[in-house]
């Protein structure tokens, strides 16, 4: 817990260190109520920085240190007494006398007592740690930033019996037995890392193993770590480790290089996974998957968890970052990484829809709230605060722009050019994108405000067409909103892809003024300026635009499309991203008419259009299945929320609602149709986590929570029997959820308890049944999930529990989380204090929708301001905690 005041980092202050640590050696000795680190650290100063000093003496050395018992210290072999160092909260100083030196130190820690879940902890029975960002400061004295990077060799001793298993980076060397019951194993790890890369396992855990032969021959001995009740659901992590790792050199010609890669599942863990080197750590959730246990959703997010934590080897391990400012240099690069392989391994367009969609409801939302930040910050108080959707998501975004700009070939010289140039190096987004300019000879000055700009920009698109002179135009005008810090922003480089459809759907061949024949009937157009007009020739007709493809640029954008032209492209563009497109635009102008309705009190009606076009995309059978789920899927209220002015809640749930049991009386018969072919398919087959089959089963069970709104018994009793007679968690769950929402109360008492007694020893699974509760629409939401609180599945300490129950309720119930009453809006915050005392990372995330205040009438803002106030007042607040809730009542 913080007892200073938070101080504010800026990046412009960077400046290298001044010492480096060639060598450190780590010895762990484990005990339950304790245990010791012994570290030496093979020293030397700087030569980058000596100059800077020249002759004066040398500078003292300030080691990073958080609650940590110091009980001895040697300088150069010779013990320094409490006269010789400064010790504080946070840094352990002393003065070094030569340029070359060694410090060994001995301290004593707790991870028995950690509940942050940062350095190393307990979780269960096991030890496992978590550094990134500056969670090794937590487990010895060190410099821990990411520029000073050293070579490890780490031993580790506990009782055989409670941990049979002892990991950490590297390569196993050494092992022994020592005095009554205790034993050691020593590990090296030959390549030079950052301490935010450390890790260590001990605990009683089993293994499946398997191996991988590398492009040039070698072999790699793969093994995922887990409880031994777990064993059985590791295969689909390991298969999704074996297709990474032939990806990445397929596709980035990118080798594995220790003779071992390591995966261990916890329980309680903070984020998804840990890209540690070559001893990954992973969420539970994120790597156990089987039929019986995890859905289709889950077997997806391992295979992009464990993809993306394995491309890290070279997106963040081999060539690391110099500071935390730029974080996105590894994440948006190895975001980018893996939605590329996701896509690749099952359908390109349907991954783009589902992160386009979480992108434009979730980080357009961070983009407008009090912590938006660009993609490369300029300053912060607590990096674990930036670990954010827009480092992350919209910084994959970005490098999509340059790999739009530069194309596919372009984009792996510059990722070659950039691993060959800095292997080994801690370096900068502008090392990043010099790579790519060098490699592909281009000017990317203005194109990096993406970097330093926050916000989203706006792009508002208009069209002339002269039918006598053929001649075509689109004119373009961007805009960005201030954000904090930033009043005025830089016209951006906006990449837009784009296309024109005439009649029937044909596209003409595009030609721009001033060129000599047409290219393609798909391209890319450089928006620069503040205003910009493009004319294309040869028009003869007049077309209709099919913008943005594939959501070319991060951007808000708008075209004067009218519902037909918005029917048309869903039914007509080539671009199989864009239909999904022109019918979430033309979803959400269709909802916005019947929100004003409910607001106005008037009787909702639905423009039967959105029918029309509906029945057109159950009718067509040359769409995949997977793209029919996602069309029939209205815009979320989080998304309904995000683009309106002024957020309503419960007409947007009103307006929402009515449009669902609209489509489905109108629709009743095809989409029964849709339902019961593939249900029958599903009962017929044995389960399969792929593509094809996926894609079945959202369809079947979109189809499935539209019918059960008519709530006709043939539906129920087809419910049911998909609930009992099913292999596979993706069927029963989503049984739950339309249950959970139905009025069929003793059908839903029912399943909900016969769930629990057959799943209740599995906590990945009761945070499913936590989840579909947590999230139901019904009146009486809060006190449900009170009562859920005191479940004896249910504890505080574990974040997949808080995320379940606590997040889903108040990021996807939005109806009950913002009850006029202001209950929603208390309840978060005696959570956010609860848990600012245990855990202040999660406590932090937890925050997030009442930092969204401004959204929302004056009524429920008061309400939420209330409530950051009341958190800001509580006490003795975490950094965490604390940045947040000042920058949002700012
Ligand atoms: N690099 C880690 C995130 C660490 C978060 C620390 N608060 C996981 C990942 O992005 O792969
Ligand atoms: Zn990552």
């Not at 020293?43 to 080691?63: F, Q």
């Not at 497109?581 to 039967?608: E, K, P, R």
């Not at 209740?760 to 945070?767: A, E, R, T, Y």
Request: aromatic share 10%; charged share 25%; net charge negative.
């Amino acid at each position: 817990m913080r007892t200073d005041q938070p101080k504010v980092i800026h990046l412009k202050d960077y400046k290298a260190p001044d010492y480096l640590i060639d060598e450190t050696h780590l010895t762990f000795e484990l005990h339950e109520d304790h245990t010791m680190v012994h570290t030496q650290l093979v020293m030397r100063r700087n030569p980058e920085r000596a100059g800077e000093s020249a002759d004066v003496a040398l500078p003292p050395l300030m080691l990073d240190g958080q609650e940590l018992e110091l009980v001895s210290l040697f300088l150069d072999d010779i013990e320094l007494t409490r006269t010789d160092f400064v010790l504080d909260d946070s840094h352990l100083t002393l003065q070094p006398t030569a340029e070359r030196f060694v410090v060994d130190s001995s301290v004593r820690i707790h991870p028995e007592l950690n509940t942050a879940l940062e350095g190393l902890y307990k979780s269960g029975k096991m030890f496992c740690t978590q550094c990134e960002a500056e969670g090794f400061r937590k487990i010895t004295y060190y410099l821990d930033r990411p520029d000073v990077m050293s070579r490890f060799t780490t031993t580790v001793s506990g009782e055989q019996e409670r941990y049979p298993v002892l990991l950490s980076n590297g390569n196993p060397i050494a092992s022994g037995t020592d005095e009554s019951g205790r034993h050691w194993a020593t590990w090296e790890d030959p390549f030079k890392k950052p301490a935010y890369l450390f890790a260590l396992v001990a605990g009683d855990l089993w293994c499946v193993e398997d191996s991988f032969t590398t492009m040039s021959g070698r072999s790699v001995a793969l093994r995922i770590y887990v409880d031994p009740e777990n064993i059985d659901k590791c295969q689909h992590a390991m298969d999704s480790l074996k297709k990474s790792m032939k990806w990445d050199e397929e596709v980035y010609g990118r080798e594995y290089d220790l003779d071992i890669f390591m995966i261990v599942a916890v329980n309680d863990f903070n984020m998804g996974a840990m890209e540690n080197k070559g001893l990954n750590i992973f969420n539970s959730s994120a790597v156990l998957a089987k039929a019986e246990t995890a859905t289709d959703a889950a077997h997806q997010r391992v295979e992009a968890i464990v993809a993306h934590e394995y491309f890290h080897n070279w997106s963040g391990n081999r060539v690391t970052c110099r500071d935390w400012f730029q974080l996105s240099l590894k994440e948006g690069f190895t975001v980018f990484r893996d939605a590329e392989f996701s896509a690749d391994m099952n359908s390109r367009t349907v991954k783009r829809i589902e992160d386009v969609a979480y992108l434009r409801t979730h980080q357009f939302a961070e983009d407008a709230g009090p912590m938006a930040h660009s993609i490369r910050p300029d300053s912060f108080i607590e990096i674990s605060n930036f670990y954010t959707l827009t480092i992350y998501e919209k910084g994959s975004e970005v490098l999509r722009m340059i790999h739009t700009l530069v194309g596919a070939e372009g984009f792996r010289r510059g990722s070659d050019l950039y691993f060959d140039r800095h292997d080994g190096q801690a370096v900068t987004c502008d090392d990043f994108v010099k790579a790519m300019e060098d490699a592909n000879g281009v000017d990317l000055t203005q194109f990096k405000r993406w970097y330093s700009q926050a916000g989203t920009p706006r792009l508002d698109i208009s069209e002339q067409y002269d039918e006598a002179a053929a001649r075509y135009a689109l004119t373009f005008r961007q805009s960005c909103p201030p954000t904090p810090g930033q009043a005025e922003k830089l016209p951006f480089v906006i990449p837009v892809e784009l296309g024109l459809l005439g009649a029937g759907g044909r596209e003409i061949p595009l030609r721009l003024e001033g060129e000599d024949s047409a290219s393609g009937l798909n391209r890319v157009l450089s928006v620069t300026d503040p205003e910009q007009t493009f004319v294309f020739v040869d028009v003869t007709e007049k077309p209709l635009p099919s913008l943005l493809r594939g959501f070319s640029a991060p951007v808000k954008w708008s075209f004067p499309y009218t519902r037909d032209q918005l029917m048309f492209l869903m039914q007509h563009d080539t671009d199989g991203f864009n239909r999904w497109d022109a019918g979430q635009q033309l979803s959400v102008q269709v909802l916005q008419g019947v929100i004003d309705q409910h607001q106005q009190g008037a009787v909702m009606q639905l423009d039967t259009r959105l029918v029309d076009a509906f029945a057109h995309v159950l009718a067509d059978t040359s769409l995949d299945q997977a793209m029919v789920a996602e069309m029939l899927s209205l815009p979320s209220e989080a998304y309904l929320t995000e683009v309106a002015q002024v957020a309503d809640p419960d007409a947007i749930h009103a307006a929402r609602e009515y449009a669902r049991r609209f489509l489905a009386g109108a629709l009743f018969d095809v989409l029964w149709k849709r339902y019961a072919e593939n249900r029958a398919i599903s009962k017929a087959t044995p389960y399969r986590a792929e593509a094809n089959e996926i894609a079945r089963r959202s369809l079947q069970n979109i189809a499935l929570s539209y019918l059960m709104l008519e709530g006709q018994e043939q539906v129920v009793a087809a419910c049911l029997d998909q609930f009992d007679d099913s292999d596979n968690m993706t069927e029963k769950l989503s049984v739950m959820a339309v249950l959970v929402n139905s009025p069929f109360e003793e059908a839903r008492a029912d399943a909900l308890r016969r769930f629990a007694d057959t799943f209740k020893d599995n906590p990945l699974v009761m945070d499913q049944w936590f989840s579909v509760q947590a999230g139901s629409p019904l009146p009486g939401g809060l006190d449900r999930v009170k009562a859920l609180m005191e479940h004896p599945a249910f504890t505080v300490k574990n974040p997949n529990k808080v995320r379940a129950l606590i997040g889903a309720f108040a990021n996807q119930n939005l109806v009950n989380f913002h009850q006029k009453d202001g209950s929603g809006y208390r309840f978060l915050a005696d959570q956010v204090i609860t848990l600012n005392a245990l855990n202040p990372q999660i406590a932090s995330r937890l925050l997030a929708p009442l930092t969204r205040w401004r959204k929302y009438d004056d009524a429920r803002q008061s309400l939420m301001r209330g409530e950051l106030e009341r958190i800001l007042a509580s006490g003795s607040l975490s950094s965490d905690v604390y940045e947040v809730v000042s920058k949002s009542l700012a």
